[in-house]
């Protein structure tokens, strides 16, 4: 078993390419000049009014999109975690299908859905009923998170419920809990580090989307994400850009650390 | 009961919320019109089309076998890291879980611009190779994450036991753990071969020319609005995948004892299980392979003459390229670019040599002020005698001697209005701001062109570098900001077309296409005066096959071929002889398409204007956006 550890070898070789090493070259433009001068002015020309703007309101979305994501998501892993059937096959149908249908077409196909005169609307005029009028709005981008980024929130939590021991919640029943005591003692309690990689998986993808607020919020709402996709690709100017993507770095790695802290095993439960 | 039924409600619910996206994709597939703000009757016609669009099955077979061997190789690289960190110390195991954390979490965009960046500093050809690279990258951690619990699950004990009892190392790990662990390395490597396929920020980043996955394609084409083939396919593959599915699971399967939840041991008697699960998969491995391989030896095959293109989406016939490589037998491999911006640091880096390329005027005076651009040689290039005499002229305003370039498209900005939201007659940029309109109207979502407006509107040159007049812009625009519905590009043209909203900002070539589909919409340069810009061909310093290239742009001038083109994407055309030959009289004299150029009102062109005056138009711009 002792040269087991080799076998990482490979992985090690590879991570240490591709992931640390070209993080590294961010934060070398991050720093320096285009002729190769070291700099802070870079990181000087982020905090401007509009940047911060941008990323409050990228927190702000990502933050709803991330509780609304899981409100909706722990009742339906509940749901599915308590039927009897053919679980994980039946979860991979209903969320990872989707994906097979790329997922710009699948955003964009929300434009036609939610437009003043889209799918949605036309339904709800037949019925006589008023029109929703979301589209180019936070609204409509906080729906595009949901929408995409829901399966990341399901699949986490509904992994650690599956895995909760049916004898515990048994227990707590037999020992005179009522159905809302045993959910918040003992069901709820165990399904945090779930909860927990769920949210880190909504909120950093939330966070840093240029696509979704591109499609949906009509280019009305400027994301920290679209800052950035527009440094690299409508000012050319990368310096700048990479010193914003070490901003979200920070995030990123505030989440890390979180997803850290209640993964103790070291296990992971993303999946 | 009434909770079961709750439940039942909210599954439904939550399954609506999934795939209404998906069944709306799926029915503008049978749609008849190209925009997809239209319904125009049923059709299988994109389907029939689909298999001869040559551009698209070649993007999705690069799809299918880059997603193949990055789920490949992953599988195989994670789930080796995976049984490496199950025996692990705690710290050590914490250090290896942190750094296969990081591309879980990190963003996209972080991880496609810091890849990008590192090939670029290595000096790596954008392509195959390096979207592989970053596929195999993002694909390990999902692979580790789901060979690990499986991991767990299984006993140590099993495999000393095998050791004791006479078996390899190698044998004890394929008879006795791999068999335990299998549902999980399947699961990781279904999960990265579906993450590979979605993905398409980090492939974005990373690709390079003549390669196209399906996600990069469908990118360039929301310029321009998504070739119905596209929908077609994506319902195509979403059905077999489906069938896919339903048939693995719900195969016939040996019944499973509840409680002793031992591996599923495989019963070769079951013919039909053997079918499903083996038969089936293979079928559809090798018609990935064949056609993969089929499409990668024409891509590779093309060693020998080639010429290298790098266009604006959707900006070319695509039989006018089959009809090129039929007549010369050099293969063209074409790539797109989304805006000029782009463009740009592609050709600077050197990291790909284009041997022909189409920006727009001011990006080519930037590209020949920074000493990018090879003179072309007229000599091989005959044909341009049929380019128009005043195109020429225009053009010295970025070419001063016209040596570099030759148009290829040009037009003008103006407004495009649908006459029954509309009353009053529109003659001025003015109307953009006129309150009535509030949320109908569709400005341009590109730092120059918006500035463009503004800045003419105010009576200034839309070059202007001026700080007080582009602040007194920006105010405008930031004025302008609560009218208006949403900031686009392309999508005007669909948005109008669907009676989305009243008032557009648009280009000519674009105008045309929607008076095509909806008679309704009428298109006006105003008063003020407005950009007239041209797209040329030029061949950048380093390009390999400039004869070629040449020849292709000879080609390209050749009247029959630009007529061909002009009817496809509605561009006006410089080429006087090939517009002659519209038999369409309306066409032909169309004011939006060829408007007299001594009866307009004052006409620009965008000039490059220096790193600094773009980084303050940049700035100003972000200030509008974000208020």
Known sequence: MKNKRYLAGPYLFWSVSFVVIPLLVIVYYAFTTDEGGFTFANLGQIVTPENLKALGISLLLSFFSTVVCLLLAYPLAMILSARNMNQSSFIVLIFILPMWMNFLLRTMAWQTLLEKTGVINSILGFLHLPLLDIINTPYAIILGMVYNFLPFMVLPIYNVLIKIDKDVVNAARDLGANSAQTFLKITLPLSVPGVISGITMVFVPALTTFVISDLLGGGKILLIGNVIEQSFKQNSNWHVGSSLSLLLMVFIIGSMALVAKYDTDGEGTVL | MIRKSLQKIYLALIFILLYAPIVTLMVLSFNNSKTRAKWGGFTLKWYRQLFQNEQIMSALYTTLIISFFAAGIATVIGTAAAIAIQGMK??????????????????????????????????????????????????????ILSVSPKLKQTSRHTFEAAMDLGASPLQAFFKVVFPDIMPGVLSGFMLAFTMSLDDFVITHFTKGPGIDTLSTKIYTEVRKGIKPEIYALSTILFVSVL??????????????????????????????????????????????????????????????????????????????????????????IYEEFETNEILYPKVSSGAIAYDLVCPSDYMIQRMLENGLLAEIDFENVPNVKYIGQQYMEQSKQFDPENKYSVPYCWGTVGILYNKTMVEEPVDSWGILWDEKYKDSILMQDSVRDAFAVALRYLGYSLNSADLDELNEAMELLIRQKPLVQAYVIDQVRDKMIGNEAALGVIYSGEAIYTQWENPDLEYVIPKEGTNIWIDAWVIPKNAEHKENAEAFLDFLCRPDIALKNFEYITYSTPNTAAREMIEDEQLRNSKVAFPDLDKLPEMETFRYLGTEADGVYGELWNKVKSK
């Not at chain 2, 890849?115 to 694909?139: C, E, K, V, Y």
């Not at chain 2, 064949?290 to 093309?302: D, E, K, L, P, V």
């Not at chain 2, 080639?306 to 390229?321: A, F, Q, R, S």
């Open chain 2, 243 to 332: 069938v896919l599915l339903l048939l693995i699971n719900y195969a016939p399967e040996e019944k499973e004892d509840g409680k002793t939840k031992r591996k599923k041991v495989k019963r070769p008697s079951k013919v039909k299980m053997v079918v499903v699960r083996r038969v089936i998969p293979a079928v559809l491995c090798l018609v990935v392979f064949g056609g993969g391989i089929y499409y990668a030896t024409r891509n590779q095959m093309m060693n020998g003459d080639k010429v290298i293109v790098y266009n604006w989406g959707e900006y070319i016939d695509p039989e006018v390229i089959t009809i090129f490589e039929e007549e010369t037998g050099i293969d063209v």
């Open chain 2, 90 to 143: 705690q710290k050590w195991r914490t250090l290896y879980m942190g750094l296969t954390n990081i591309p879980m979490m990190n963003a996209e965009i972080v991880m496609g611009i810091s890849l990008m960046l590192l090939f670029i500093a290595l000096r790596m050809t954008l392509g195959f190779g390096t979207i592989l690279i970053a596929h195999i990258t993002f694909n390990i951690p999902y692979v």
